[in-house]
């Protein structure tokens, strides 16, 4: 698989909900966050400013537009962002797939839907924190597909056929790789993070060799030649635009690879780690440890706790 289709694989998204809302004249909603959750919507109808804690600028939404909140921020959406915004816990009715909801003017000028996602694993933090806390998607050759698929899912969920709720949950899933896909395509070659990794032709490159045999003893060499650049050039380069060498992001690949067999499967570690290429359960160990926190044992009990029983972290490096 390529590196999109493996990080999505291990996250396990589940749509949990698909819905949307209308409005008309002057409205403001504040929407809390909702951790372990990725937001995918797109605008049907209308336009609307949007603006996402902990991210400067404000960006205006169009017909045709989406957007994708990987971490679960909280965000607002408004005809005016000067407006007060009302939280909107208070004003939805409880969560029902396919629901719609009417604010303001009775005639509605502006329509959203989409779909929200649950995802699986103590490991999904460190998976989600590869992708940038929003992704806007406009003016993409994607917007059609992004389109249809939005308006096909509302259109099952409301229809109420057989099939229908397989077939919205198929749907979700297409509509978060297509936004996804669409801001690949939009990435600017400037930019930083896994994304932008993924948008350069090189570095995508390396990438997909370092995911299609994770447990190789890969050298800076070996992956600057799968580049195209020289050892020192694709160095420099991945650290600029990953913040952490190649062989940091290849260690912590194996190791979120190494939680969802712990979590999956009932392989034994050392089985798992000579898998991931590890030559001792002890250099496995001192390396999961450095980045999660905990021993592989211990996180393979964690996981069968309720979240509050967790005792693994995520560390950084």
């Given at each position: ?24 004249g ?6 809390a ?64 797939a ?29 998976l ?176 069968g706790?309720p ?11």
């Amino acid at each position: 698989m390529d590196p999109l289709s493996d990080l999505l694989s291990l996250l396990r998204p589940l749509a949990t909900l698909s819905s949307g809302f209308k409005a008309g004249g002057d409205w403001a909603i504040r929407f809390a966050e909702q951790r372990g959750q990725i937001k995918c919507y797109a605008i049907l109808s209308g336009e609307c400013w949007m603006a996402v804690d902990g991210i400067d600028a404000p960006v205006h939404l169009a017909y045709g537009d989406a957007f994708v909140l990987p971490q679960g921020r909280p965000f607002r959406l408004a005809s005016d962002l000067s407006l007060p915004s009302t939280e909107a816990a208070t004003i939805f009715p409880p969560a029902r797939a396919g629901g719609t909801v009417v604010l303001g003017a009775k005639e509605a000028t502006f329509a959203l839907a989409g779909a929200r996602f649950a995802v699986e694993g103590s490991h999904a933090t460190l998976l989600l924190g590869l992708l940038p806390a929003v992704v806007y998607v406009g003016g993409s050759a994607e917007q059609a597909a992004l389109r249809w698929a939005v308006e096909r899912m509302m259109r099952e969920l409301h229809d109420g056929l057989p099939g229908g709720h397989l077939m919205a949950q198929n749907l979700a899933h297409m509509l978060l790789i297509q936004a996804l896909r669409a801001a690949l395509n939009a990435v600017g070659m400037q930019q930083t993070g896994w994304l932008a990794a993924l948008s350069d032709p090189r570095l995508r490159r390396a990438l997909e060799a370092l995911h299609a045999d994770p447990a190789r003893r890969w050298t800076l060499q070996q992956l600057g030649s799968q580049a195209g650049m020289s050892r020192t050039v694709f160095a420099t380069r991945f650290r600029r635009v990953m913040s952490e060498t190649p062989m940091q992001y290849l260690t912590r690949w194996r190791m979120l690879l190494a939680c969802d067999r712990l979590q999956h499967t009932a392989e034994p570690i050392s089985l798992i780690a000579a898998a991931l290429g590890y030559e001792s359960n002890s250099a496995f160990s001192t390396a999961f440890k450095r980045v999660l926190g905990c021993s592989p044992q211990q996180y393979k009990t964690d996981v069968g706790k309720p979240a509050a029983g967790h005792d693994c972290g995520i560390n950084a490096t």
